[in-house]
């Protein structure tokens, strides 16, 4: 999953939330106009798995749709773009959690 920062995070496994909030950007990105396969690629999902969490988006009200042409266009909503602020919020806690540098960590001497 790659970050704010556009660093990647290969050693840790992507939880569900992780996805949710990567399709969330890449959704965002493309401002109103983004087509399932735009986000399949900047999401790193096929289109068939990437399909699930975008029914489950729009279901939570985190995402809309639209029809542009005849196929559905994707924008993620205030609640949606809330879940995002929230999300990041809690990586950087948690980021600081897991690494606590070493001469912060109390002492086990006895």
């Known amino acids: 999953m790659h970050g704010r920062d556009g660093s990647a995070s290969a050693a840790r496994r992507r939880e569900v939330s992780d996805l949710y909030a990567t399709v969330l ?3 965002k990105h493309y401002h109103g106009a983004a087509r399932i396969t735009r986000v399949s690629y900047g999401a790193g999902m096929p ?3 990437l399909r699930n969490f975008m029914d ?10 639209e029809e542009h042409d005849r196929r559905p266009v994707y924008d993620i909503t205030p609640r949606g773009q ?8 809690m990586r950087g ?4 959690l897991e690494h606590t540098p070493s001469d912060e960590r109390p002492s ?3």
């Open 93 to 96: 806690y948690i980021e600081g």
């Open 56 to 65: 489950r988006l729009l279901a939570l009200g985190l995402l809309k749709s």
């Open 82 to 89: 809330e879940f995002l602020d929230t999300y990041w919020k």
């Open 25 to 27: 950007e890449v959704v």
């Open 108 to 110: 086990r001497r006895g």
């Open 47 to 49: 289109v068939d798995r």
